[in-house]
């Protein structure tokens, strides 16, 4: 996971805690003030992280142990002769041999790791 993506995700989690903590104070401050809760603002829910953010931090977690050049599938190295096929996900971007990837797809059509659709990458790259 890139480290602007870790700067975005807590630079805009940290204002929307900001934000709820805000309006719990000031929700607070009105009931103490009042003795009522008729001035009190909507609550907002609570932040969470984006969807990208928690993608990438999966995408992270389940990045297989395998050397740089092997094939995702049968781990073997994948020679320059070699049809060599990648998955379209960015994050992902796993390699695969071109026959490894289509014996794969003959059952689901989505890469191993992140299932990402595979459409289109039983076509030749060169």
Same mark, same amino acid.
């Given at each position: $996971?890139?480290?602007? /993506?870790?700067? %975005?995700?807590?630079?805009l989690f940290g204002s929307s805690v900001?934000?709820?903590?805000?309006?719990?104070? *000031?929700? =607070?401050?009105?009931?103490?003030?009042?003795?009522?809760n008729e001035a009190c603002q909507p609550?907002?829910?609570?932040?969470?992280?984006s969807e990208r953010f928690v993608d990438?931090?999966?995408?992270?977690?389940?990045?297989? $142990? *395998?050397?740089?050049?092997? +094939?995702?599938?049968? *781990?073997?190295?994948?020679?320059?002769?070699?049809?060599?096929?990648? +998955?379209?996900?960015?994050?992902?971007?796993?390699?695969?041999?071109?026959?490894? =990837? /289509?014996?794969? =797809?003959?059952?689901?059509? %989505?890469?191993?790791?992140?299932?990402?659709?595979?459409?289109? =990458?039983?076509?030749?790259?060169?």
């Amino acid at each position: $996971m890139s480290k602007n /993506l870790c700067v %975005l995700e807590e630079d805009l989690f940290g204002s929307s805690v900001g934000m709820y903590r805000d309006t719990l104070n *000031f929700n =607070i401050y009105n009931v103490q003030q009042t003795q009522s809760n008729e001035a009190c603002q909507p609550i907002p829910s609570y932040p969470g992280l984006s969807e990208r953010f928690v993608d990438a931090e999966k995408m992270g977690k389940m990045k297989p $142990m *395998f050397g740089e050049g092997e +094939c995702a599938i049968c *781990f073997e190295k994948i020679e320059e002769h070699d049809e060599e096929r990648t +998955c379209p996900n960015e994050i992902c971007a796993l390699r695969y041999h071109g026959k490894c =990837i /289509l014996k794969s =797809i003959e059952t689901k059509a %989505l890469c191993p790791y992140c299932k990402t659709g595979l459409v289109g =990458i039983g076509k030749s790259s060169s």
